[in-house]
């Protein structure tokens, strides 16, 4: 049973940072990528990063290029995502998901139909 445990959320001011971890247990983690994605109130939930197996190739969404970082800690299981110079507009639940299938491209993992296990969601707020 692969579960995902995120942390490090909270509430921070416009232009401060947060970093996020989500554990994982239960499967050969560095044989997986990861995600990152984002739901704010209302909305549908977005591609934030992703980061293949080895850690060594990263993809990010638009919005949040040049702020945020995706990096992962294959002895500790671990993925993060720290968040630079936050904004209003990235206030949301912030969940990690590893996806259905080992050893893909880490251009695959935009879309949430290629994850089967999410955490249970970390909060960040951000304010002005």
């Known amino acids: 049973q692969v579960q995902l445990v995120e942390s490090g959320g909270g509430l921070v001011q416009t232009g401060g940072s947060l970093r996020l971890s989500c554990a994982a247990s239960?499967?050969?983690?560095?044989?997986?990528?990861m995600g990152w994605f984002r739901q704010a109130p209302g909305k549908a939930r977005q591609f934030v990063a992703a980061?293949?197996?080895?850690?060594?190739?990263?993809y990010y969404a638009d919005s949040v290029k040049g702020r945020f970082t995706i990096s992962r800690d294959n002895a500790k299981s671990t993925v993060y995502l720290q968040m630079n110079s936050l904004k209003p507009e990235d206030t949301a639940v912030y969940y990690c998901?590893?996806?259905?299938?080992?050893?893909?491209?880490?251009?695959?993992?935009?879309?949430?139909?290629?994850?089967?296990?999410w955490g249970q969601g970390t909060q960040v707020t951000v304010s002005s």
């Open positions: 998901a590893s996806p259905k299938a080992a050893f893909t491209t880490i251009m695959v993992l935009t879309t949430e139909d290629r994850y089967d296990y």
């Open positions: 239960g499967r050969a983690f560095s044989n997986y990528g």
């Open positions: 980061i293949s197996g080895s850690g060594r190739s990263t």
